[in-house]
């Protein structure tokens, strides 16, 4: 059965750290890209941050370049997004997502996955 389920979520305060896990029932794991989106609320959903099949390529919306890192757990079918120095304007659901890529470097950003969670709150106070 595909699932995919995300976890981490919560209320921090601007310039704190959360770390969001994805634990993705997908098989086999490295046929997938893994990506991270957000919406807030009134918004559309955008692209957060992306990784290859075998973990070569990320890919990183510009807003939150040098804060968040995307990695993957192939032992575990996990994957994860560390955000730092979190901001207000983060403040969104945040989904993990899981698209079987043909090239193991291709990082789809549009939201055409065809996999996704349920979605995990963040909420950055000021």
């Known amino acids: 059965q595909v699932s995919v389920t995300e976890s981490g979520g919560g209320l921090v305060q601007a310039g704190g750290s959360l770390r969001l896990s994805c634990a993705a029932s997908?098989?086999?794991?490295?046929?997938?890209?893994m990506a991270w989106f957000r919406q807030a609320p009134g918004k559309e959903r955008e692209f957060v941050a992306g990784i290859s099949r075998y973990s070569s390529v990320t890919d990183y919306a510009d807003s939150v370049k040098g804060r968040f890192t995307i990695s993957r757990d192939f032992n575990n079918n996990m994957v994860y997004l560390q955000m730092t120095d979190l901001k207000p304007e983060d403040t969104a659901v945040y989904y993990c997502a899981g698209e079987r890529t043909a090239s193991h470097r291709d990082v789809p950003t549009s939201a055409n996955y065809a996999y996704w969670g349920q979605g995990t709150q963040v909420t950055v106070s000021s």
């Open positions: 997908l098989h086999p794991f490295s046929d997938y890209a």
